[in-house]
């Protein structure tokens, strides 16, 4: 309880100092929030206007499409919501050698991680537009909405955002070893992720799906799930839950390893080549 208490109390803090950032300027305030609608819907708008113009892709119709695209959108707004700050973005803070920082404060790290990157007001506008393009596909496809069909759900949006999240620390431990070269691995891996996420995967060969199932596995963060939700896929519910557990398994032990390296070496921030220097 004393540790609940400490992490609930941490993201009180970091929801205000984001209330507080958002609103110190109204003109900065909507400016954030309108962009951050439209850099949204303009990443969805690809493939809904594909989707529209041939009455659907391949075996999904127009709004089962729509439907993949609001999960993906919830997706990445709830990774801007709960892990900004350069916690998605792991390799910054290694690289740049922001994990002393992280260090040194009188909590576990991974307490640290779970909270610094709360910011429930400028990043709760991707999550409310994808909320509000699942609600319309839903309602569009006339969806039986069961507990146990929620309960999936949020099984699945939780283990899609998980597996974000470990493969942006899996990559992102390449930092620990190379702090210049690898220091926006992360953003890089979590863009390739974010790009692909709203493309249906039925017409790649088997090869190629197998390898975004796996060593990519991009069809994890909306493809896969949708199809389970949307029962295109009646076997395998589990899957998506066992590739989070196996990729956060694997992210964990780089990013140990990397850790033990780190204690050797330091950080270069401060040195004459360093990140500031």
């Known amino acids: 309880m004393n540790t609940l208490k400490k ?13 507080m950032w958002m609103t110190r300027d109204s003109k900065l305030c909507l400016i954030n929030i309108v962009s951050d609608i439209i850099l949204n819907l ?24 729509v439907f993949m695209l609001g999960y993906a959108a919830l997706v990445r707004g709830i990774m801007d919501m709960g892990f900004s700050y350069n916690v998605l973005h ?10 002393d920082h ?40 006339n969806l039986t909405l069961t507990f146990y069909w929620g309960l ?5 949006l939780f283990t899609s955002c998980i597996i974000v999240l470990a493969f942006s620390f899996l990559w992102g431990s390449l930092a620990f070893w190379a702090p210049l070269a690898a220091e926006e691995i992360s953003s890089r891996a979590v863009n390739f992720m974010y790009q692909l996420k709203s493309f249906p995967l039925d017409g790649l060969g088997p090869y190629v799906l197998l390898s975004m199932l796996t060593v990519l596995p991009v069809g994890f963060v909306a493809w896969y799930p949708a199809r389970q939700l949307l029962g295109l896929e009646t076997t395998g519910i589990w899957h998506t839950t066992a590739v989070a557990m196996i990729l956060s398994l694997v992210a964990f032990v780089a ?5 033990k390296h780190y204690e050797q070496t330091g ?4 040195l004459g080549w360093g990140h500031r220097n």
């Open 102 to 141: 992280v260090l040194i404060q009188p909590q576990p790290v991974w307490m640290a991680f779970l909270t610094e990157g709360f910011m429930p007001f400028s990043g709760i506008w991707a999550f409310l537009t994808g909320v509000g393009i699942t609600a319309w596909a839903i309602l569009q496809l």
């Open 42 to 65: 303009a990443g969805v708008a690809a493939v809904f206007l594909l989707a529209t113009r041939f009455e659907g892709i391949g075996i999904w119709s127009r709004d089962q499409i």
């Open 267 to 270: 950080s270069q921030r401060y």
């Open 152 to 156: 999936l759900f949020a099984l699945h």
């Open 255 to 259: 990013f140990k390893k990397g850790m």
């Open 90 to 99: 792991i390799s910054r803070r290694i690289g740049r050698g922001q994990m």
């Open 7 to 19: 992490i609930i109390s941490r993201l009180r803090v970091q929801a205000y100092l984001d209330f």
